[in-house]
């Protein structure tokens, strides 16, 4: 990952996202995965392996903690004979290692793809941003000029910049008759890069977000009185890189009566928090959860689960399989009980219920 050219987002670690996906890549390696899966081709040594899918692959059209967890508890009796067959170490990871491969997995998919400077350009053009904007010094009169505009850090703060000038273009684009445009993520991406190259700035790939529970109160303030209910951005926001969300929230400026000022940091802040709802999927149902926790036998054996104030996270459900708890689990196998399955939706509902007061007495 640190060869690519593309943004790299350095993730501040917080109580709920503290995935490292650069980690991930080392939790692969030693938990030996690549000598059954292929990882985009890749195995171990030269050869592919062709044992299992190659896990590169999203495993569903909506790609989160829940839809891994599922899969992988799911498969465990398969897996498990597979590595007795083989005389293979099964993966032993820890949760917050799994947390890790998981945020490894997404960034395969879903991280911004490398910079095009060339691109960038050809962007400003084909959605006559340069109508207003010129390229060089000398200023269109509509707009500044890109060469002026505040020094382009990183994408954040072009997502910044235009939100809030989104006003005083709406007011420039009826004025001139031009037609305004949507952008998309990698649209700002090479935006981003190409400005730089003409404001002279060396090319910075790397930037870090703040803890997204920052972002809550902020956007709840700024983006909540519409984004709840059918307007979830949890329920509806799936598959997203940070610059998808940064592009949604420039897609919208145009069609807003008003737009609220956002500070510079403040929309670090809502950005991590937003892209963090919707990595880590609708929340579950703890009603369906406590009926899944009795229907699949957790109860079984879990009758006052879970130590106290422990949290859990689909992640946890994934250690119970592959992580230090496995040997109690497993004893479902050693003892001929058939191996409960847990769809996505179940494991989120677990989650939930497991999380909820009732269940930690
Ligand atoms: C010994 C070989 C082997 C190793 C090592 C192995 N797996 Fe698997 N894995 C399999 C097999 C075989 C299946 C398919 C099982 C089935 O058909 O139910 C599978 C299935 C899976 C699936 C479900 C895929 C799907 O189609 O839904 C996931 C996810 C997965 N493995 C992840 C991992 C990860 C992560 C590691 C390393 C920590 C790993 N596996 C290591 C053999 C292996
Ligand atoms: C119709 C004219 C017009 C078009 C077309 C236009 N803008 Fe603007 N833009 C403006 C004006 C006017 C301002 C200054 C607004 C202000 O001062 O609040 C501005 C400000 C900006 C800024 C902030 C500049 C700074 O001072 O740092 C950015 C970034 C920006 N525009 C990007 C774009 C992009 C990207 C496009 C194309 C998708 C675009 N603009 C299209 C008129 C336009
Ligand atoms: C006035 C109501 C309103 C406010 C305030 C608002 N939004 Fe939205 N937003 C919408 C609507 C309606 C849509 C979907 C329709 C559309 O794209 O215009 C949307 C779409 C989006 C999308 C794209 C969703 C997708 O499906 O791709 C993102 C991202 C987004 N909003 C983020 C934000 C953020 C962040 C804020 C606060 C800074 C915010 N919105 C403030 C109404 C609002
Ligand atoms: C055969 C008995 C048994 C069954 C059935 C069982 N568990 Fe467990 N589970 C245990 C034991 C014992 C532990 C503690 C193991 C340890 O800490 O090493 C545990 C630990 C866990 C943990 C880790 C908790 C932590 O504090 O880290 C989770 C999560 C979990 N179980 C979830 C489930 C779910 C979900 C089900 C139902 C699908 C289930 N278990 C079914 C025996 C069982």
Known sequence: MTRSVGWIVLLVSSYIWAADARNGALVLEQQGCQQCHAVRGQGLEHETPVIARDLGERLAPTY?????????????????????????????????????????FYSLQFFEPPAE?????????????????SLSRAATGRGPSVVDWAQMDDPVTLVY?????????????????????????????DLTAYVQSIQNLVPNRQFSLPGPESGKPLFDANCGLCHRDSLSLAMNLRNKTWMDIGAGIWN?????????????????????YV?????????GNR?????????????????????DGKHITAFSIVAAAWGPARYAHHQMLE???????????????????????????
């Not at 910049?161 to 990698?186: D, P, V, Y």
């Not at 919208?252 to 950005?271: C, E, F, G, T, W």
């Open 287 to 307: 009603v369906l959860g406590q009926k899944a926790f009795i229907e699949k036998g957790c109860i079984e054996c879990h009758r006052s689960p879970f130590k």
């Open 64 to 104: 989160g903690p829940h839809t891994l967890a599922s899969a992988l508890w799911n498969h465990t009796p398969a897996m498990w004979a597979e590595f007795s067959a083989r005389g293979i170490t099964a993966p032993a990871a820890t949760e917050s290692e799994w947390r890790d491969l998981f945020a490894y």
């Open 161 to 189: 910049q235009l939100w809030n000038h989104a006003s005083s273009m709406k007011n420039a684009f009826a004025r001139n008759k031009i037609e305004w445009k949507t952008l998309t993520g990698r649209d700002l991406v």
């Open 335 to 361: 003892r001929g009980l058939p191996w409960p399955n847990l769809s996505p939706a179940d494991v989120s509902n677990l989650v939930a219920f497991l999380n909820s007061r009732d269940s930690a007495r």
């Open 117 to 133: 400077v060339g691109r960038g350009k050809q962007v400003l053009e084909s959605k006559h941003c340069t109508s207003c904007h």
């Open 252 to 272: 919208h400026s145009q069609k807003m009566p008003a737009v609220r000022m956002v500070a510079s940091d403040d929309m670090r802040k809502i950005l991590a």
């Open 275 to 283: 892209w963090q709802l919707q990595y880590d999927g609708p929340p």
